[in-house]
């Protein structure tokens, strides 16, 4: 598809930081690709779309995030149904600030990732209605540098959960199902939650994350729903059956195995050992 370059300048007055809009998809694709002299992040917040990026077809629907590059060219075709998008565009020098400040943070990932196409994110319930709150706050807020900031960073920290070696090494779909993984709504349901994120045969994924991971899909969200567990012992005290049924275990006694293979401990002693009281005097 031949590509144009499409400029911030087009957007912004000279005093502003971020352009928003919220549109509804043609059923099109237009007659060229672009791609920009600027950031862009968009969420499909209604329906479908196909979206072609860097050569490649993605077929998108509603709760998928994606943090497009500068040099990613795209173009949008919205399925029969429809579909709407908000999208927030914003300055180079913006992503530097910030992938400077919290290196840690955003090193090579969102608006910095590597390989040859941008992250894509599928976010369960609570997240997507997070992301689509902040998102639509921007609609009516100030265009200063404050306000487009505090939304990058709600993305990153509240929205988007960092897997770095999924969203490298795998194909796009397995790389969003990794994505929807992190999230409560989704590794609470096991194995099938994971395989129903990704759309594809039971097979088809148990193959994939083999050849990626090197685990089955059973042991990969095992993992996850083990280190949500440690989090919450370390955090809350919540007690470790309520824990345990919050991961998705009716089987406290399977959990107490999977957690004690993970950690070298029990729930219990790993609490012991590292929860502190914040108003106790430490030794």
């Known amino acids: 598809m031949l590509t144009e370059r499409y400029k911030l300048a087009s957007y912004l007055k000279e005093d502003e930081t971020f352009h928003y809009a919220r549109k509804a998809l043609s059923k099109r694709f237009p007659a060229r690709a672009h791609d920009h002299d600027y950031f862009e992040v968009f969420i499909v917040i209604r329906g479908r779309t196909a979206h072609w990026i860097n050569g490649v077809m993605q077929n998108l629907h509603q709760g998928q995030l994606v943090f497009v590059r500068p040099s990613d060219a795209h173009a949008f075709k919205a399925a029969r149904e429809g579909c709407e998008i908000i999208n927030v565009m914003f300055r180079k020098e913006t992503v530097a600030h910030l992938v400077s400040r919290y290196h840690d943070t955003l090193a ?27 998102a639509t706050q921007l609609q009516t807020a100030d265009r200063a540098l404050a306000r487009i ?20 090494s795998g194909p796009g779909w397995f790389s969003a199902a990794c994505s929807a993984a992190q999230h409560v709504e989704v590794f609470a349901q096991g194995a099938p939650g994971f395989i129903e994120a990704a759309g594809r045969s039971h097979e088809h994924v148990c193959r994939t994350c083999k050849e990626v991971l090197g685990i089955t899909p059973t ?46 401990a029990t729930p219990k002693r790993y609490r012991s050992t590292h929860k502190r009281d914040p108003f106790a005097a430490m030794d």
Do not use: W
Not at 108 to 134: I, K, Q, S, W, Y
Not at 239 to 257: D, L, M, P, Q
């Open 108 to 134: 090579g990932r969102l608006f910095d990732a590597p390989g040859p196409l941008p992250e894509l994110h599928t976010l369960g319930p609570r997240r997507f209605e997070r992301a689509l709150a902040v």
């Open 149 to 168: 900031e505090e939304f990058l960073l709600v993305l990153a920290n509240r929205v988007a959960s960092p897997e770095r070696q999924i969203v490298i």
């Open 219 to 264: 042991e990969y969200i095992n993992r996850i729903r083990m280190d949500h567990a440690a989090r919450l012992l370390r955090t809350e005290d919540t007690s470790i059956e309520k824990v345990a049924s919050i991961c998705g275990f009716e089987n406290t006694s399977y959990f107490y195995r999977l957690f004690a293979r993970q950690f070298g």
